[in-house]
């Protein structure tokens, strides 16, 4: 039965460029209180632009509407569970949005002066301090502005520290379960990329890997806990294995919601990772982005970070060009600093015993899911469950249900659907993240709802086959959108023209 | 189902070998679990590809998804025709839409791969 959602009446909307009519403005300006001038007398013609063909001109009533309208389609996490896995969809605290628009943060330009942007500088001195005691390293980069962005910094931070020392060697392995992301950064940064296969329990095989560690290989990447939501138990020796051949060992922290105040990964091997405070430290995600990556290392990496550097010189905070073995730069200025200031507010509001309670309750969330689940999805492996679950739709697949009509049967109950067909290794999976932010009587609709999608699977396959049914628009043709695109809205021919 | 000349990977591919000229190609089983395929990334003709080392990858809707080449050796051609045509993967993968042609350097790795009769009861159908 379908609980948490009623239909209800959303308008239809055309695009701008449709509700257009010449002549209608969104705008009013005072009559001019001094001599018109023609901007191509004033500027030369070549640097004034001409008339936009078909640019849109609407009132500003029509505009408002059509992006309140538009909103009205939408599903975020405002209205309710987001469990993309390995996406940590968090409810992000408004108290965040309120600091991040104090004026002199809200203003403040990247060109100000150092004496005049202490404030700023402080703020970012303490986030760095912060993520480096939660990731037990020794120096963050703010810089990279996305998870991948951080991926390549690390990586290129990796080639460095080798290049340093004569050769900056050939490979970086990377296990079969990784985000896609990561083999695109190492190619990316010059190095073959070879696959370490899991073994039976979803996790790196330390014996095959120890057979293949050779002085060619730059380093690992490693995320953990991994994509299947399992912790490598064996990171330590994993670790050691790299070390010994002089290898560098990556961690991809997009899980780090499952670890942030239980362990830290400095204390576990880890020489170079990043951070996703969209997704861990709760800042704006997806569209509402600008996300970060910050980047953070242990010491005989932290030579090669990104310039400027903070110094603090006399009680005052400097910015730091002259590091003669950089990588230069990554981004332009400091990074998305207001999404800075949003992760500070967040790990300052929390607390150390705040974020430690934060992650067990991330814990038990995706476990009591798992439970109430498991005797109507397969889960992928034993292992116990961190901050998310992986079930496979092998029992549906019988019935000729996959796990992406799953989800999309899930949209009519009323949630976001979870990560499908990620990661690759398991066969049709569903990756659930629900999140701490996520109440009992939310997460025990969402359970309720699959359970539910299970028992149609058994009585009614059909129905899951043809979801969703109470969205605007069904299943679209993915496949000729992807051999036949069409890129680019065009308008319907005019009246005239159609009719020569 | 699988053609009884041809030899096979664990990867779902297969390859024709006749003398020292092997064409290669997907499986029936590989297309059925990609799915509609929507693009074909094929490497240039004279590229020399090791066995078990990728060249070059197919794209469904689902996913992007490595070609493994199955014998070690110089790409001699290329099916070109994939590219404007990847649906014929999916219609005809074990003849018309082979992926590439290869002189092989090291024709004993044939004896690592599969038969057909190991190869169905690999993937189970």
């Known amino acids: ?500 | 189902m699988y053609p009884e000349n041809y030899r096979y990977t664990k990867e779902h591919e297969w390859v024709l070998v006749e003398g020292d000229r092997g064409t290669i190609g997907i499986t029936f089983h590989a297309q059925k679990e990609l799915g509609d395929i929507v693009y074909v990334d094929l490497p240039k003709v004279g590229t020399v590809v090791e066995q078990g080392k990728a060249l070059g990858s197919v794209e469904s809707v689902k996913a992007v998804s490595d070609i493994y080449a199955p014998v070690s050796g110089e790409i001699l051609e290329v099916n070109t025709a994939l590219a404007d045509a990847p649906e014929k993967l999916n219609e005809d993968p074990h003849g018309e839409a082979w992926l590439v042609k290869i002189r092989l350097s090291h024709p004993d790795e044939v004896k690592d791969l599969l038969s057909a009769a190991d190869y169905q009861s690999y993937v189970g159908s």
């Open chain 1, 1 to 500: 039965m379908i609980r948490k959602v009623s239909r209800h009446i959303t308008q239809n909307e055309p695009l701008l460029f449709e509700s257009s009519s010449p002549g209608k403005k969104g705008y009013q300006l005072p009559d001019l209180d001094v001599p018109a001038v023609d901007p191509a007398e004033a500027l030369g013609a070549e640097n004034v632009r001409g008339e936009i063909e078909d640019f849109p001109e609407v009132s500003e009533v029509e505009v408002v509407r059509h992006f309140t309208r538009l909103s009205t389609w939408n599903y975020g996490i405002d209205l309710g569970l987001f469990p993309l896995g390995s996406c940590t969809m968090k409810y992000n605290p408004r108290v965040n949005e309120a600091v991040a628009r104090t004026e002199g943060l809200l203003w403040a330009h990247p060109y100000q002066p150092e004496a005049l942007s202490q404030g700023a500088m402080e703020i970012i001195a303490r986030l760095e301090a912060a993520l480096a005691e939660i990731t037990g390293m020794d120096a963050v980069t703010l810089q990279p502005a996305a998870g991948a962005h951080g991926e390549m910094t690390g990586i290129m931070l990796i080639r460095a520290y080798h290049e340093s020392k004569g050769n900056p060697r050939k490979k970086i392995l990377i296990p079969d379960s990784a985000h896609g992301t990561n083999p695109a950064t190492a190619t990316m940064v010059g190095y073959t990329v070879q696959n370490i296969k899991s073994n039976d329990r979803g996790m790196v095989d330390v014996e095959s890997l120890a057979s293949i560690v050779d002085e060619d290989v730059a380093g690992l990447m490693v995320t953990n806990p991994n994509t299947v939501g399992v912790f490598e138990g064996d990171i330590v020796r994993i670790a050691g294995i790299l070390h010994e051949k002089g290898a560098q060992v990556y961690m991809d922290g997009a899980n780090m919601n499952a670890l942030v105040g239980i362990t830290r990964p400095g204390d576990f091997g880890i020489d170079v990772m990043h951070l996703n405070l969209h997704k861990t430290f709760s800042t704006p995600h997806g569209g509402g982005g600008p996300g970060a990556g910050p980047v953070a290392v242990k010491s005989h990496l932290e030579p090669f970070l990104p310039i400027p550097r903070l110094r603090s010189e006399n009680d005052q905070w400097r910015w730091d060009y002259d590091r003669p073995q950089t990588i230069g730069r990554v981004r332009a200025f400091y990074g998305n600093f207001g999404v800075l200031v949003r992760a500070l507010a967040y790990i300052m509001a929390h607390g150390g015993e705040g974020l430690r309670n934060a992650t067990l309750d991330a814990l038990l969330n995706a476990n009591y899911i798992r439970k109430l689940l498991e005797p109507y999805y397969q889960i992928a492996y034993q292992a116990p469950s961190m901050h998310e679950c992986v079930f496979s739709d092998d029992r549906q697949a019988k019935r000729g249900v996959r796990t992406g009509d799953i989800a999309k049967r899930l949209i009519d109950y009323g949630f976001h659907p979870y990560t499908v067909s990620f990661p690759l290794i398991v066969r049709g999976a569903m990756m659930i993240e629900p999140t701490e932010t996520e109440s009992k009587a939310e997460l025990d609709l969402f359970v309720d709802a699959l359970i539910s999608i299970a028992k149609e699977v058994e009585e009614n396959p059909e129905l899951v086959l043809k979801a969703p049914h109470s969205t605007r628009i069904s299943r679209v043709d993915e496949v000729t959108a992807a051999r036949k695109p069409i890129l680019r809205w065009k308008p319907a021919p005019k009246a005239s023209q159609a009719a020569d």
